[in-house]
């Protein structure tokens, strides 16, 4: 299985993101395997996260704050050091959705291909 495959379902939309695109509620139950994939991707964000250098760490940071279903403009970041950066990013990973997750898996995809 490819790193897409396994990012993106192989090519297919999820139920919840058809859904949403649809026009339907924006809360929409996730699937048993939509939940499975969050997990998966989850664990693999927060092991690939720590080998990223610390400026894109930041910009994960960011890229998961904004992700989380705030009703206002998420706060500014504080200067972290590397650790409080790890513990940060591994918080943030448990307060946001589906689409979130995809877009911080996205994030990491490319910060590896640019490093090769």
Same mark, same amino acid.
């Given at each position: 299985?490819?790193? /897409?495959?396994? =990012?993106?379902?192989? !090519?297919?939309? &999820?139920? *919840? *993101?058809?859904?949403?695109?649809?026009?339907? $509620?924006?809360?929409?139950?996730?699937? !048993?395997?939509?939940?499975? $994939? %969050?997990? +998966?991707?989850? +664990?693999?964000?927060? #092991?690939?996260? %720590? @080998?990223? &250098?610390?400026?894109?760490?930041?910009?994960?940071? /960011?890229? %998961?704050?904004?992700?989380? &279903?705030?009703?206002?403009?998420?706060?500014?970041?504080?200067?972290?050091?590397?650790? +409080?950066? #790890?513990?940060?990013?591994?918080? $943030?990973?448990?307060?946001? &959705? =589906?689409?979130?997750? %995809?877009? *911080? /898996? $996205?994030?990491?995809? @490319? /910060?590896?291909?640019? @490093?090769?």
């Amino acid at each position: 299985m490819s790193c /897409a495959e396994f =990012l993106f379902g192989g !090519g297919q939309y &999820p139920p *919840a *993101a058809e859904r949403i695109s649809r026009g339907e $509620r924006s809360m929409a139950r996730p699937s !048993g395997s939509e939940i499975r $994939r %969050l997990i +998966e991707l989850r +664990e693999m964000i927060k #092991v690939e996260s %720590l @080998r990223l &250098p610390t400026v894109q760490q930041r910009h994960l940071l /960011a890229l %998961l704050e904004a992700a989380r &279903p705030w009703k206002t403009d998420p706060p500014r970041l504080p200067e972290m050091s590397r650790g +409080e950066l #790890v513990r940060a990013i591994r918080w $943030r990973l448990g307060t946001i &959705p =589906l689409q979130g997750v %995809l877009d *911080a /898996a $996205r994030f990491i995809e @490319r /910060a590896h291909r640019r @490093r090769r």
